[in-house]
């Protein structure tokens, strides 16, 4: 009975001691993994380091307006001047078409009427137009009338601004005259090409006037076909 009971315990003993044993072995390994982790970690922490860093700004951002008003007719023009001109009542009640507040309104409406526009002078020209208003957070407005005539595309921006355009090099490729003024082109432009483009000065306003066409017809353009004439006459 005795030697049994010996037996028991040395069974029991040999059992605690392999017990014991994997516990601590398996400690030994939960601490190598933790700190495999630790390792592994490192990069982790330095590429989010890395994403935080402010990227490069060297570039500067493209300029925003802090208006921006859009007509597709002539016609829209002249409705909305009048309807801004009428007072606040009459221009909700009308609401005109591009739709901004009846304050901006009354920004835009002295660019649209200080000078005459170009306008096409022949009943039997198929002609469409576009006008863009500008008002940027610094002291810069720009109007600029689009026509499309044919396969060309004449552009006038009148700039409402200390706006000195730099002297171009080398000759003009091409001259053009509106209503006695006398423009000349050069071109194309080296980024967008297809563009010729000059100045002229209405009163104290600089107007940049560019035609996108092919180089073969560039010599051929003219602008007999447009008036300088006011938005609204003072008849009406």
């Known amino acids: 009975m005795k030697q049994t009971n010996r037996l028991t315990r040395s069974i029991l003993t040999f059992l605690l001691i392999g017990l014991l044993t994997a516990v601590v072995a398996s400690c030994d390994i939960l601490v190598l ?23 490069d700004t060297t570039d500067p951002l493209p300029e925003e307006p802090s ?18 001109n009428a007072g606040e009542e009459e221009y909700k009640a009308n609401t005109p078409k591009p739709v901004v ?19 096409v002078n022949s009943e039997d020209m198929e002609w469409e137009v576009a006008v863009h208003f500008y008002d940027y957070t610094v002291d810069k407005k720009i109007l600029v ?17 200390d706006y000195s355009p730099e002297p171009k090099e080398g000759d003009p490729v091409h001259t053009v005259e509106l209503d006695g003024y006398s423009v000349d082109l050069y071109g194309p432009d080296e980024m967008y090409g297809k563009w010729y483009g000059g100045y002229m000065t209405y009163d104290t306003t600089s107007i940049t006037v560019s035609v996108y066409c092919d180089a073969t017809e560039i010599t051929a353009v003219t602008l007999d076909h447009f008036d300088l004439l006011p938005l609204i006459p003072e008849d009406e």
């Open 33 to 55: 993994d933790n700190e495999t982790d630790e390792t592994t970690a490192t990069p982790t922490v330095a590429d989010t380091t890395a994403e935080e860093t402010p990227s």
């Open 67 to 84: 208006l921006f008003v859009a007509f597709s007719s002539l016609e829209d023009v002249r409705t909305f001047v009048q309807c801004t």
């Open 101 to 119: 507040h009846y304050t901006e309104a009354c920004r835009v409406v002295p660019y649209l009427t200080s000078l005459p526009i170009p306008t």
């Open 145 to 161: 009338i689009y026509y499309d005539i044919d396969e060309i595309r004449y552009s006038f921006a009148y700039s409402f601004y």
